[in-house]
């Protein structure tokens, strides 16, 4: 069974080294971790006075590492989920933070239980996903896949600067896409058919 530290070191491969994409509201990034989080948390790595640029260059992996399993893992309470949908939440919350949480309080009402969709995890939706997870053992995580990947095409729907996140230039799936289906069983994932249908809206 892949421990914490594993599930935050795939994350950093998946996420990669610097960016600093003008259309990605998170701004300068390296391994996942951007500035504004950077900023919020202090992380003065060349101790100028300041977070800038310079310092999410200076970002070492093992401290995405520390960041992540305890601000994108242990401080949302990820740990109280079932363990097999641990991974895909955790990867989605260093994406998307509580928005990660959102959409699985939105499966679970959908599923039929009772919690609020404020972003926490709390007693109401710890009770909701143990009572999904019994009822839905071999479904849940790959629901909660497939419903991140939704958010993902209806962030693109509504954002056509981040469609080159959900669509590569040769109109393949993009990253968003991608990362979504890496915890969807294979026979869930979209085929280039249905990939090119449901994006043919965007041009």
């Given at each position: ?51 800038d640029v310079t310092d999410v260059r200076q970002l070492s992996r093992a401290q ?75 479904h849940l995580v790959d629901a909660y896949g497939i419903a991140r990947r939704n ?50 809206s965007w041009g």
């Amino acid at each position: 069974m892949k421990t914490v530290q594993d599930i935050a070191k795939e994350i950093i491969a998946r996420e990669g080294g610097f960016v600093n994409d003008p259309h990605d509201l998170g701004g300068a990034t390296k391994y996942g971790v951007t500035i504004h989080t950077m900023r919020r948390l202090g992380l003065d790595l060349d101790r100028d006075g300041d977070v800038d640029v310079t310092d999410v260059r200076q970002l070492s992996r093992a401290q995405a590492e520390q960041v992540f399993i305890k601000h994108y893992f242990d401080k949302p309470g990820i740990a109280h989920l079932p363990q097999a949908l641990q991974a895909s939440v955790f990867d989605m919350y260093v994406n998307a933070g509580a928005n990660a949480v959102k959409i699985l309080q939105r499966l679970l009402c959908q599923m039929g239980q009772q919690t609020s969709v404020d972003g926490k995890i709390g007693p109401q939706t710890i009770a909701a996903t143990q009572a999904a997870w019994r009822l839905a053992p071999d479904h849940l995580v790959d629901a909660y896949g497939i419903a991140r990947r939704n958010y993902y095409f209806r962030l693109a729907d509504h954002r056509p600067a981040s469609r080159k996140y959900a669509r590569n230039r040769k109109g393949g799936k993009g990253g968003w896409i991608k990362r979504a289906e890496e915890f969807i069983t294979q026979r869930y994932h979209l085929s280039t058919r249905e990939f090119q249908q449901r994006v043919a809206s965007w041009g």
